[in-house]
């Protein structure tokens, strides 16, 4: 029992230091491919991003709307309906929407991202790239992280505002609530510090669900179980992640 | 059997194991320049496995693999991709990039490597289509390709840069006879007209003797026979003349390894 832990736990250390040198090695070449291959990157900012407008947007509203309904349900009790607009910006833009985007983004692009890694691994496209003295990293790996790097803080500004419209739909349009107060409110209370805490969570979850998503698919088992399993892992663990890092970030700017 | 002392790549005492199992154990093979060499063996002798280790896709645990001198484990990864440029290769299931077209993936190694002009590109391309009997189907995506016309493309992708080295794992499996008849005569032809080395990974005994110049049949995780086709069919090896004239009966057995077939089915060997 003892010796499994203690396998378990060099197993975890040692698949962590990979993923950093992995993530190094993206880094390292982020910077060519920007430059020299743009076009590459573009594409995957495609894929990850806006395939993934219509699922941010829907949530995003829904989203907004709850916000709306618990905030006035809420704060009407202590005659404090009208702050239900800096309730629903603050809940968006610091927490909800930062948070629910990498989750939904490691739902919707993290896991088309590493079967589509996974897939190409175990049909050999790898290793003809390899073969053909093309850098699977280079040419795969790195315009797909890059992508959802990329991609995340515009669909954590996008999920937020619409969530702030189903918010106002919610309050304003339906339960009555004074649009001037509801705007005004929001306006006097939001700090700037507090839209720049949702955009380095959104940053920084971006890096982290990307980078698990091509790191899962890159190292999948080539088998169609190991390319399922994969993608379940990237879901799980980023979903994880996410929520650990979004801690140790509020934390840090409390 | 053939001297393996000097040629365009040489394998020296090359041991490789996966898992526990040993694939290879002290094998030693020369590919000549300019010919065309043929790997045979029994299934899971590891044919793919040693095509892989050439192209050091794999890292042999000990030994020496040497490509016109040079030792492929000693090269960075820069030297190494310069090597590859050198090499075609020709992977079983054709691996071919699912999310371009066919016309793409032919022209994938050239937009990589080269800055031609797309005029240039498209001749070069359309050549090569020709050349395999699928410039009809240009503008296919891969999934609409049947395994043999998929492994058509994989070839004119790999023969589109003009490589010094084509190697073939299993080129002629899923092709109709037709097919087979043009593949085996492209194989010999590019070989003779553009002065090129081919390696040629295969279990069809027939098109093998028509198309290699020599032929080892690994065994065992070694060399079993060597030498031109002629002489493989006249050896006395009961192992070669099994393979050869596919025997059931012989050194290599058809079942893998497994408890008393009466006994298993009793039920004896759980209890």
Known sequence: MLRETWYTLIDFVRTFGALQLFFL??????PTIILRRSGLVIKQVYNAGALSLVIIMVCGLFVGGVLGLQGYSNLSKFNAEDSVGTFAAFSLLKELGPVITALLFAGRAGT????????MKATDQLSAMEMMAINPLRRVLVPRFLGGVISMPFLAAIFSVVGLFGAHIVAVNLLGVDPGAFWQQMQSTLDISDINEGIIKSFVF?????????????NAVPTAEGVSRATTRTVVITAIAVLIIDFMITASFI | MID???????????????GHREIFKGLNISIERGKVTAIMGPSGTGKTTLLRLITRQLVPDNGTILVDGIDIAKLNQRDLYKLRRRFGMLFQNGALLTDINVFEN???PLREHTRLPNRLIRHVVLTKLHAVG???AADMMP????????????LARAMVMDPDILIYDEPFVGLDPISMGV???LVRRMNDALGISSILVSHDVQEIATVSDCSYLISDGKVAASGSPDELSNTSSELVRQFMHGMADGPVAFHFAAPNYAEQLLGRDVE
Do not use: Q, T
Not at chain 1, 210 to 216: G, I, Q
């Open chain 2, 183 to 185: 593949i085996v005569r």
């Open chain 2, 4 to 18: 393996s002392s000097k040629g365009l790549i040489e394998i020296r005492d090359l041991d490789y194991s996966r």
């Open chain 2, 134 to 136: 699928l410039r009809g």
């Open chain 1, 112 to 119: 088309a991202l590493a079967s589509e890694i996974g897939l």
């Open chain 2, 143 to 154: 999934a609409e390709l049947s395994g043999g016309m998929a492994r058509r493309v994989a």
């Open chain 1, 206 to 218: 971006g890096v982290v669900a990307s980078l698990l998503a091509v790191w899962e698919g890159y």
């Open chain 1, 25 to 30: 090695r993206l880094l390292i070449n982020a």
């Open chain 2, 106 to 108: 032919v022209a994938f």
